[in-house]
């Protein structure tokens, strides 16, 4: 066996304080841990562990090996993702918020098929968070997706603007809120959900118009805001035309004119001029 595979056992024994967890976390019985030990201690050539009383303790030679088998195992990650990054090199990897409807991929799929059909893009739906995450470490290129507190931490990621749309009211089919086109002063004395994950959820100057007529709840991200509104009679704020809704409806807002705003954003030293081709016709798709 690699040692690489020693070294995760013996960190997992370590971090977990059992051997029948690390044997659980890798779907391998508690002897093949004790074996592979056993046998990363021949090869070191001194015991890593004392066990006794209930207790896994590191031995001083333990430490040493615990401290460099974590570097050695987070070396390994790193070149496999820098290993990935050369492969995909000749990749665009575009990420699409889950928010997002099929009437935006229809978009996107169109622009690639006219366009693009002779070069690999891969697309990939996520949440603005992970959309982040991913951005950062490069394995996007591009992220389309609403403007967002944890976007905007992320250091050295441009944007470009893709379009504008009207915010509009999401609700469930069975809610007391008037059918047809609402107004901010009928949605009083309703539910307000909003999640920080859904830019367009947030929306301050409707908030600040509704303060104390309407609970305002915080959700963890779009999909339990959605289940949020369905069932318990409330309502958030959306994108009118690009929202993907589950069993709800999505009605015109009256008498209120902020919009929302779907970006393009990506790493400042992006050097892919494919990356640069797609934004611009995608744009041009939304004109």
């Not at 056992?9 to 019985?29: C, H, L, M, P, Q």
């Not at 950062?136 to 905007?152: H, I, K, N």
Request: proline share 2%; hydrophobic share 35%.
């Amino acid at each position: 066996m690699s040692s690489m595979w020693k070294y995760k056992y013996f960190i997992d024994v370590v971090e977990n304080k059992s051997f029948t967890k690390a044997g659980t976390i890798n779907y391998v019985s508690q002897t093949a841990i004790s074996q592979n030990i056993s046998s990363l201690e021949k090869s070191i050539g001194g015991k890593l562990l004392n066990r006794g009383n209930g207790e896994i303790i590191l031995t001083e030679i333990g430490e040493v090996v615990y401290k460099r088998a974590k570097e050695i195992l987070s070396l390994e990650q790193q070149m496999i993702r820098e290993v990935e990054h050369v492969k995909n090199k000749g990749l665009l990897l575009v990420g699409i918020d889950s928010a997002i409807n099929k009437r935006m991929w229809m978009m996107v799929e169109n622009v690639y098929e006219t366009y693009f059909s002779d070069c690999p893009i891969v697309f990939t739906k996520v949440d603005c968070a992970m959309g982040a995450l991913m951005l950062e470490s490069r394995d996007l290129d591009v992220f389309v997706g609403y403007p967002t507190e944890v976007l905007r931490r992320i250091p050295a990621i441009e944007k470009k603007e893709l379009c504008h749309q009207s915010v509009g009211i999401y609700v469930g089919k069975q809610t007391t809120i008037p059918y047809g086109e609402i107004s901010l002063d009928e949605l009083k004395n309703h539910l307000y959900y909003r999640a920080n994950q859904y830019g367009v959820s947030l929306q301050e100057e409707a908030e600040e118009y509704l303060k104390g007529s309407c609970p305002i709840i915080e959700t963890g991200n779009v999909e339990t805001m959605k289940l949020k509104v369905e069932f318990n009679d409330g309502f958030a704020f959306v994108d009118r035309d690009y929202f993907y809704r589950n069993d709800g409806e999505i009605r015109n807002l009256k008498n209120y004119e902020k919009e929302c705003v779907l970006k393009m954003y990506y790493k400042a030293d992006c050097n892919k001029r494919t990356a640069f081709e797609f934004m611009e016709k995608l744009r041009e798709e939304l004109k």
